[in-house]
């Protein structure tokens, strides 16, 4: 008798295709709602007659809801299901794009954009989670890697949307901004109607009867629970015993490598024409550089999704640590140099980051098991929030106060400490069915040298 195939074998689908779509659009909105209040803020302050404070606490609105909407997202999504959740955050974008229509001052405004941000921040985990449960694990990598570029999507987006409208929309033209989330709120909650529970996520419950129902609806009459690798169920499991039965230090990894990818990388981003003038690039230079250095960030991102499969999570990790560091301490170092030399060092970081940032939702789905694998994502995205905010908070004062040479040490300094924790606790996923990937043992027939986890690293 010859053994079930996995489903995890088949061929990428029109289902899988179509589920990508429906996950990504988390990212996408992402990026346009954390984009969007910077085009609109011109109108929004003195409309609303904004001080100093509320400024800042309206643009790091979203952030601080994300660090919340992360974390009780995750432990929501792995109690209740992944298809209940999937609809909250579509819910609160529509809700509250509609609402910040009519909004009358800061504080309405700020509670709007932080439920926004609760809103984003559910949808990493369980997103994510829906999707990895369904993929074929030769697509897992690339496709949780598109999740990175559609954010990049939604940023490029919301520029374009918000300058046209605040071109045409007159007075209340920062009032049609805000609100303009709505339409993809819309379109994401339509996308997702028809989406069925994960069966990995029912056999975790023990309801096994009903997953088989979903296995065969996704993958054929031809398939059954036997062509489903998963982890036993359990009526037992928690995060915290979990945590304490050795997933402790996954955790510890995965937040620390994501925090200290996202530092250097939101600071950059979000002062990228302030950082280059104190480099001394004024006029076009300035300008071209800051265009330049988002599309490297975008062509990291594509390169990094098409080499995941192909050198592996941990050294393209690795890698993109090193490198990245190696031109973020180069800037530091050649602060008064020529304006083409600081540009191509700056395009060297965007380009090289693009590894850490891909692999930021594809590590947290492989090495978690299902019943604690949405919470890891959450808890991963609040953390790397709360670096974002602190990053892009402290950014402005410190080239205010220490310089623009030591700012870059610092942010070479902290792509270095990731670098560190990926070397020491960075393990190999690539080619590994879903439950290989999330068990914790260190050796299992079958598995090569190469994709062998935790304990067998290759070098750098």
């Not at 079930?4 to 779509?21: G, K, M, N, W």
């Amino acid at each position: 008798m010859s053994h079930p195939i996995s489903v995890e074998d088949v061929a990428f689908s029109r289902f899988h295709r179509l589920l990508t779509l429906r996950s990504g659009g988390g990212s996408f909105v992402d990026g346009y709602v954390l984009s969007i209040i910077g085009i609109a803020m011109t109108q929004v302050s003195p409309a609303l007659g904004l001080t100093t404070f509320w400024e800042g606490i309206i643009a790091a609105s979203a952030l601080i809801g994300i660090f919340f909407g992360g974390f009780f997202g995750g432990a929501l999504t792995d109690r209740f299901g992944r298809k209940r959740i999937y609809f909250v955050g579509p819910t609160l974008f529509i809700l509250c794009s509609l609402a910040q229509f009519w909004v009358q001052s800061g504080e309405m405004l700020f509670t709007l954009r932080f439920l926004s941000g609760i809103a984003i921040g559910i949808e990493y985990p369980v997103a994510t989670a829906f999707l990895v449960e369904f993929l074929p694990k030769k697509s897992r990598g690339p496709c949780l890697a598109t999740l990175t570029l559609l954010w990049f999507a939604g940023a490029a987006t919301a520029y374009m949307v918000g300058e046209a409208i605040m071109q045409s929309g007159g007075a209340d033209a920062w009032r049609y901004t805000l609100a303009s989330t709505v339409v993809i709120g819309v379109l994401l909650f339509i996308i997702r109607l028809g989406t069925p529970e994960s069966p990995r996520w029912l056999i975790s419950k023990g309801r096994q009867q009903e997953a088989e129902v979903i296995i065969k609806q996704v993958y054929g009459p031809e398939f059954s629970l036997r062509n489903l690798p998963v982890q036993p169920a359990s009526k037992h499991l928690s995060f915290k015993s979990l945590l304490h039965s050795g997933y402790g230090k996954r955790m510890v990894f995965v937040s620390l490598f994501w925090t200290c990818s996202v530092i250097p990388v939101f600071a950059v981003y979000a002062f990228a024409p302030k950082v280059l003038q104190a480099l001394h690039l004024d006029g076009n230079w300035a300008s071209l550089g800051s265009i330049a250095i988002t599309l490297l960030f975008v062509v990291g991102c594509l390169i990094a999704t098409k080499l995941v499969n192909v050198v592996g999570r941990r050294k393209l990790l690795l890698h993109s640590f090193l490198w990245s560091g190696l031109a973020l301490l180069a800037l530091g170092y050649l602060r008064d140099g020529s304006s083409a030399m600081i540009l191509l060092m700056f395009g060297a970081y965007a380009l090289f980051i693009g590894g850490a940032q891909v692999l930021q939702l594809v590590y947290p789905n492989e090495i978690f098991p299902t019943a604690i694998r949405a919470g890891a994502v959450g808890i991963g995205t609040s953390l790397s929030r709360i670096g974002a905010a602190v990053g892009t908070y402290l950014v402005p004062m410190s080239l205010d106060t220490i310089g623009i040479g030591h700012t870059m040490y610092i942010a070479a300094g902290i792509t270095f400490v990731g670098l560190v924790v990926s070397w020491w606790l960075a393990p190999e996923t690539n080619a590994m069915s879903l439950e290989d990937a999330a068990s914790l043992s260190e050796a299992r027939p079958g598995l090569s040298e190469k994709t062998a986890p935790l304990t067998r690293r290759s070098n750098i």
